[in-house]
T-cell receptor, first 115, second 110 residues
Framework: NAGVTQTPKFQVLKTGQSMTLQCAQD?????MYWYRQDPGMGLRLIYYSASEGTTDKGEVPNGYNVSRLNKREFSLRLESAAPSQTSVYFC??????????????FGDGTRLSIL | SQQGEEDPQALSIQEGENATMNCSYK?????LQWYRQNSGRGLVHLILIRSNEREKHSGRLRVTLDTSKKSSSLLITASRAADTASYFCATGGGAQKLVFGQGTRLTINP
């Protein structure tokens, strides 16, 4: 099993460009998440999808949009990239629980630089 | 806002020694989880301890939770070079969301 797969692994954009980060999981998980990781800041939740058909904002949603395309796929879109969005982006998934007791499974990240 | 804060931020020990990392948090939780992140990779789940548990073991890992002090510790016994990584605590309070701390960078010297 591949687990959680993120594409691309690396990307360089110019300010104002748009792009979509792709994420797919093959574990039949209901819940999926997008985080960004910056030095000294740990992981911060951007958006999450508790189940297919639902999405909710996390701690730092501004400048991002998401789409839960189906149960397997959850994409993150930057409409107009800004240098402040330079970061490493992680996608994760988990089995759905009534609360957050379920461990999350992470992809290996997309390293995004905005010039 | 960060819920968990790990201490120390960085730890360097000799192979074979034990490593202890601490996590403090601010609000009530349902559970606390520890994750490992190797350089350039995603996080890997290590262990979950529920709010009604005080101690949990998994192989060379021992986790304690003190809800009265809002703190947890991760002990790695008999450390190995492969344990070199960053370790994060994450607290769960509901709605399928976890809040991660800033991590402890652990270096095991041969």
């Amino acid at each position: 099993n591949a687990g959680v797969t993120q594409t691309p692994k690396f990307q360089v954009l110019k300010t104002g460009q748009s792009m979509t980060l792709q994420c797919a999981q093959d574990m039949n998980h209901n819940s999926m998440y997008w985080y960004r990781q910056d030095p000294g800041m740990g992981l911060r939740l951007i958006y999450y999808s508790a189940s297919e058909g639902t999405t909710d904002k996390g701690e730092v949603p501004n400048g991002y949009n998401v789409s839960r395309l189906n149960k397997r796929e959850f994409s993150l879109r930057l409409e107009s990239a800004a240098p402040s969005q330079t970061s490493v982006y992680f996608c994760a998934s988990s089995r759905q629980g009534s609360n957050s007791n379920q461990p999350q499974h992470f992809g290996d990240g997309t390293r995004l630089s905005i010039l | 806002s960060q819920q968990g804060e790990e201490d120390p931020q960085a730890l360097s020990i000799q192979e074979g020694e034990n490593a202890t990392m601490n996590c403090s948090y601010k609000t009530s939780i349902n559970n606390l989880q520890w994750y490992r992140q190797n350089s350039g990779r995603g996080l890997v789940h290590l262990i979950l301890i529920r709010s009604n548990e005080r101690e949990k073991h998994s192989g060379r890992l021992r986790v304690t939770l003190d809800t009265s002090k809002k703190s947890s510790s991760l002990l790695i016994t008999a450390s190995r070079a492969a344990d070199t990584a960053s370790y994060f605590c994450a607290t769960g309070g509901g709605a399928q969301k976890l809040v991660f701390g800033q991590g402890t960078r652990l270096t095991i010297n041969p």
